[in-house]
């Protein structure tokens, strides 16, 4: 089980570290380290998400008119957790 959840989850964190470049931080201090990280997770998954669907997908879903503009940024989490 460990080596199933290992192989899922390693591979992002590789992603980051070697196609965003993130093989270090540039910060210091945690709360810092924790924003820059964020950063790095959000664009890992709007690259995957633009892989994955297109960007004219993407758009099309975030002007939807199932939602108000002020909630689209917080619905994007749920749009790439229903493609996973």
Same mark, same amino acid.
């Given at each position: ?26 910060? *210091?201090?945690?709360? !810092? ?5 964020s @950063?790095?997770? &959000?664009?890992? %998954?709007i ?17 939807? *008119?199932?939602?108000? !503009? ?5 619905? @994007?989490?749920? &749009?790439?957790? %229903?493609?996973?």
């Amino acid at each position: 089980l460990y080596k199933q959840r290992q192989m899922i989850v390693e591979h992002p964190f590789g992603t980051i570290k070697r196609g965003l470049g993130m093989t270090y931080f540039l910060t *210091k201090g945690m709360q !810092s380290v924790k924003a820059e990280i964020s @950063f790095a997770f &959000l664009a890992y %998954n709007i690259k995957r998400a633009i892989n994955i669907l297109g960007v004219k997908e993407i758009i099309r879903r975030l002007t939807g *008119k199932t939602a108000s !503009s002020s909630l689209q940024f917080y619905r @994007f989490p749920m &749009l790439i957790e %229903n493609i996973s």
